[in-house]
């Protein structure tokens, strides 16, 4: 039988790969809430259904190759029926009360994605952490990038669990709630494969007239640890910021993009040097600034060879 949370039937669906473990620990806690209708994993690493889920209600896909986290998530909502999809990176946790809080937050007819609050042990500080966990996600003025900031109301005191809905620019992947409608008539663009596909299917489901809001009593948790290694990560940050303004954004705001990032470059390599890093993250971020003007996909699916992969003889393609 469906699990209603209020009125809306709601679907988890988790993008694996790396560490077993810890997927199946994030599924045996989705469904020890007892508030999703079917869970969803989709194995990027083609990995098969662990022993330990045998006797827990859940579809394991293995698609033909490795997706990426939108194309995961696409394909997971396409593997059930809901009126609420949550989609979910396996290192965050989040409590029933959370998760009926923003499934309730579809009440109002105009929201298409809905986000908790993400705690996330970035620093060894939990002030500053619980600071940058109750942020605007928003855009940098100029160059239009997406950034988090800090709560005039979080930092004035005010409790956050007694305001309303609140508007933000985009929600975070890593734990994000997306009407069925918004998944069938926007979509994940798959061809991001890594970064910048929960800024996309933020922007284009505002555009298509939805609300994206923040549900300020909501709260969800995530581990610090991270299936991204550093360099990779600088590769398709800068490649996919620029992909992102040549679609979305205007040719100045392209060409200040790319400036800014490749201003960045010498603060990298001093970064590398001084942390003797290697594969080095200088050469992989201007691998990405390259690649963002060398290619742009046409549609929504992964590039053949995804996730690019370098050595210290260069840039390959994954095999």
Sequence with gaps: MPVLLGTKVAAAVLVHYGDIGRSVKAVLGHASLGVFSEIVVVANDMSPRPAELADVRCTWLVPDRNLGFGGGCQLGAAACVADVYVFFNPHVSI???????????????????????????????????????????????????????????????ISMASLGLIDNDWATGAVIFCRAEVVRDVGWDGSF????????????????????????????????????????????ATRNAIWFARRHHSRMIRAMRTIYLSALLPRIAA???????????????????????????????????????FDRRGIGAST
């Design 95 to 157: 409590d029933k009360d959370a998760v009926e809080a923003c499934v309730s937050a579809f009440e109002r007819d105009d929201v298409g994605i809905v986000a908790p609050y993400l705690y996330h042990p970035g620093t060894k500080d939990p002030m500053v952490n619980w600071k940058y966990t109750y942020c605007m996600r928003t855009y940098s003025r100029f160059v239009r990038m997406p950034i988090q900031v800090p709560s005039k109301c979080a930092a004035s005191g």
């Design 193 to 236: 494969f890594l970064t910048f596909e929960d800024v996309d299917i933020s922007l284009r489901a505002k555009k298509s007239g939805w609300r994206v809001v923040v549900v300020p009593s909501a709260i969800a948790y995530h581990s610090g640890e991270s299936t991204r290694e550093n360099a990779i990560s600088s590769y398709y």
């Design 271 to 309: 970064a590398d040097v001084l942390g003797r890093r290697r594969p080095t993250h200088a050469k992989w971020a201007a691998h990405g600034i390259w690649h963002g003007w060398l290619m742009l996909p046409v549609g929504s699916e992964p590039l053949d060879g995804e996730p690019l992969v």
